[in-house]
């Protein structure tokens, strides 16, 4: 399946170091893992911490990713999600 390209996102600054095309996988992600865009706690107020952990791929030498199982996440809430983010926060 080819890759789709979302398309180039308006207000991005001139030289900026990210790419102005943007895959699909950067906003649909994976729901299972939480990653993407649409996929993010912080949109709904929640900061998740350790989810992730990192190890060692002994044959290849690179880092892999594995999810923690979620009774060891640490999930704090930001705001509560009927109210969106506090004013401060707002742009």
């Known amino acids: 399946m080819p890759r789709q390209e979302i398309g180039c996102y308006e207000g991005t600054p001139k ?3 990210s790419p102005t095309v943007k895959r699909s996988s950067t906003i649909h992600g994976c729901p299972k893992r939480g990653v993407g865009i649409l996929n993010n706690e912080l949109y709904v107020g929640r900061l998740a911490w350790n989810r ?10 690179r ?3 594995r999810l923690n199982p ?6 704090q809430e930001v705001w509560d ?3 969106g983010p506090p ?3 707002r742009l």
């Open 87 to 89: 004013a401060s926060a």
């Open 52 to 61: 992730l952990r990192y190890l060692k791929d002994p044959d290849t030498g």
């Open 15 to 17: 030289g900026s170091p």
């Open 81 to 83: 999600a009927g109210e």
């Open 70 to 75: 979620d009774s060891e996440w640490v999930i």
């Open 63 to 65: 880092r892999v990713s």
